[in-house]
């Protein structure tokens, strides 16, 4: 990283001024960020931090729904896989 940098400010030739101007916005806003965090209420259960998340119940619902699906045929695909090794249905 470091050497990244050197070669960076070789081939621009940015000012000691510029750089030091560049690092103090970095500083900043990177401490905003962290004072973004730290200040944000926390809840302790997962749950809490997901109701209200799902904007869309239709949506939401399909995906259920997809899923239960998706699962189903997964089980049916098994047993159907189970029932042909033992020879129980032809391949």
């Known amino acids: 990283m470091y050497w990244t940098l050197v070669k960076f400010l070789n081939v621009h030739k940015i000012s000691d001024k510029t750089l030091e101007r560049r690092l103090l916005t970095l500083e900043q806003a990177v401490s905003d960020l962290q ?6 209420p926390t809840s302790e259960n997962w749950l809490q931090k997901l ?3 799902i ?10 729904e997809y899923g239960r699906t998706s699962r189903q045929t997964d089980k049916s695909t098994e047993e159907v896989k189970k029932l042909t090794s033992k020879g129980e249905i032809p391949a």
């Open 55 to 64: 904007s869309d119940e239709a949506a939401f619902m399909e995906a259920l």
């Open 51 to 53: 109701i209200g998340s």
């Open 35 to 40: 004072q973004k965090i730290n200040n944000q």
